[in-house]
């Protein structure tokens, strides 16, 4: 008789332990997610979570700690997206204000009966260049998101230098022409880098658009090709004004626009976008400028693997 006394005593105790362990153990999971849930780190001290001694509960602490990582990871991405997005609205309704205040001024004068046919010929053709301007925007900024988001599909293969460089020169020709800047190309053997055509011709005509628009009537520009192990180097130098050395750093970053050419053409994404197009090519840019002087950016794409 006595032995089945102990016997049910031993088994109320052994049930009575089970329900305590379950609840503590239902207490520690609650009081874990609870912090989860608030973002609330989880201290983990001496291989344990601070609030449990026992090692039998480190594994499953240590799991749920690692989906708080998770969570908080894809927290901070979420909000870094977020400011990245109203930043680049920002920038852009920035970039459009000016073109389509301008648009507006001359539509309107346009409007004005008393104006001679020679005003209205000179507002016409400057509405169409604030028009040219627009969709230029519009189409870097398309650009820009595509490479970023990459929505456009971005095909590299080896593909022959000469032929993407006299694209980029045929596309710019008729504003080296207009301000008479003097382009020479040293001779050099053409050869297959890993590239895509069409859009590392993007990158050349930024650089000679940017190298005409801040090189004075009668200046000069010159690419010049070079080969190395590894890289071939693509120079496009000019004598115009120069880059600060201060401003060096920041000239590839998106919508950046130095002080003094805030008032000339420009939206600050041309360099951006190059950078971009040269990532995806493992490729790369770099530049170096006198102030007063002249830049050169030099442009860095891998020779084709033989």
Known sequence: MWITIILAVLLCMAVGYGIHEKRKTYRMI?????????QEMIVWRGGAYSDVEEGEYSALTGKIMQIQ??????????????????????????????PLANLSLYGEILGREELTPA?????????????????????SLAKMVKLEQNIDGFEVTDTK????????????????????????????????????????????????????KYTEQGGAVSIRVRSYELYTEIQV????????????????????RSPEVENMEGSGIGLYLSNLILEKEKGYITAVSQYGEGSCFSVFLQNCKN
């Open 30 to 38: 609650d009081s874990l997610l609870d912090k989860v849930l608030s």
């Open 69 to 98: 990582e998770v969570l908080m990871n894809h927290t901070k991405s979420a909000r870094k997206e977020k400011e990245q997005v109203k930043s680049l609205v920002s920038n852009m309704s920035h970039q459009l204000k000016t």
């Open 119 to 139: 005003q209205r010929a000179r507002f016409a053709d400057k509405m169409h260049r604030q028009t040219e301007k627009l969709n230029w925007i519009v189409e």
């Open 161 to 212: 230098i000469r032929q993407t460089i006299l694209d980029a020169v045929d596309t710019v020709y008729e504003k080296l022409e207009q301000k008479k800047i003097r382009l020479t190309m040293e001779p050099f053997e053409d050869r297959l880098l890993y590239h895509n055509r069409k859009w590392t011709a993007e990158v050349f005509v930024n650089l000679l658009e940017n190298a005409v």
């Open 237 to 256: 130098t000019d004598n115009g004004r120069g880059i600060r050395r201060e401003e060096l750093t920041d000239i590839f970053k998106r919508f950046y």
